[in-house]
């Protein structure tokens, strides 16, 4: 099994910068994903940005590209999610990730509030 914590959330002026964390511990699989959702008040969980366990790929939500970025440090089992110019738009919780051939797993999620 694999657990993940997050952590870094907060509360942050709009274009300002956070950096989430999520470290991961258990049983890996070699080849994997991780990464962030987001979910809105009232909206749906989107994808944010999911790198690769190689780190050679990484994926991000249109709305947030050239602002976030992720990346990871497998040596900590630990994923990142460095926000920058942040906008209202990015309030809400964000939900770190792990997925693999056979689980895939959530964190507790932790808030982030952009205010205007």
């Known amino acids: 099994q694999v657990h993940l914590v997050e952590s870094g959330g907060g509360l942050v002026q709009t274009g300002g910068s956070l950096r989430l964390s999520c470290a991961a511990s258990?049983?890996?699989?070699?080849?994997?994903?991780m990464g962030w959702y987001r979910q809105a008040p009232g909206e749906q969980r989107e994808l944010v940005a999911v790198i690769t366990s190689g780190g050679g790929i990484t994926n991000y939500a249109d709305s947030v590209k050239g602002r976030f970025t992720v990346s990871r440090d497998n040596a900590k089992n630990t994923v990142y999610l460095q926000m920058t110019s942040m906008k209202p738009e990015d309030t809400g919780v964000y939900y770190c990730?792990?997925?693999?051939?056979?689980?895939?797993?959530w964190g507790q999620g932790t808030r982030v509030t952009v205010s205007s």
């Open positions: 258990g049983s890996f699989f070699r080849i994997n994903s």
């Open positions: 990730f792990y997925r693999d051939r056979n689980l895939e797993v």
